[in-house]
């Protein structure tokens, strides 16, 4: 899944959060578990900086806590948010009909110049 609106990290960080709500509005997560989700791709405070970031923008609230020594996210996703997957399909949609219509145009003036090129010589 990719938004057009969110950098890399920003998409990495949504997955994974969509990842751990299996489907609820809130939920708690932890660095840890996000960064194993994310495969390494960022450190933990480059993590926490997306985070707020996101939750600035408005795609979920997010609170800092700490569970038995860990320190961990309770997350409250916003419609924004619950709506990251419905956008990015949206967007690749958009991004395939784009491609499409490129291709089909320089067919068109491809065969265009041929025709022409036959009825002048």
Known sequence: MWNATLD???NEVMRALLTL???????LASPA???????GK???LR????LFS???DGYFDVICT???????????MRPKGLSFVRSTHADRRRLILRLVVAALCG????LIGILLKHLIA
């Open 107 to 110: 067919l068109a003036s491809a």
């Open 21 to 27: 709500s299996a489907g609820k509005a809130r939920f």
């Open 8 to 10: 890399r990290r920003e």
């Open 66 to 76: 700490d569970r038995k020594g860990e320190k961990t996210y309770v997350v409250e």
């Open 54 to 56: 996101l939750a600035q």
């Open 47 to 50: 993590l926490e900086r997306t």
């Open 42 to 44: 960022c450190d933990e």
């Open 33 to 39: 578990e996000m960064l194993a989700i994310m495969r």
